[in-house]
């Protein structure tokens, strides 16, 4: 056996590269979302909090009465469900959007 083979075999175990990864990451101190992203993140629930507001209420004035306007309204069919889908995709942007380097 060579003295460069004896060198090879005795040196240190090099770290896995995720492992290496994982260290550069955490050197740096950087998190997985920026501010934009968290910004992003909040417009989405705001919207979904919203769209679940919009869905409340229907009772009726008196129980004596049926008022289909009040049960099968515009914004309960149609807005609402629609706020917590624009929430939704908002949420899916947030998570997809790429951080720009600081």
Known sequence: M???QRKKSSSKPTAAPAAKVHQ????????????TQYLWMLAGVACIVLGLILM??????????WDESLIYSHRRLTLAPLMIVIGLGL?????????KPE
């Open 56 to 65: 409340l209420g229907g009772g009726m004035p008196d129980a004596e009465t």
């Open 91 to 99: 949420q899916v942007f947030a998570i997809f959007k790429v951080r």
């Open 24 to 35: 550069r990451i955490q050197a740096a101190g950087s998190v997985t979302y920026g501010r």
């Open 2 to 4: 060579g003295e460069a």
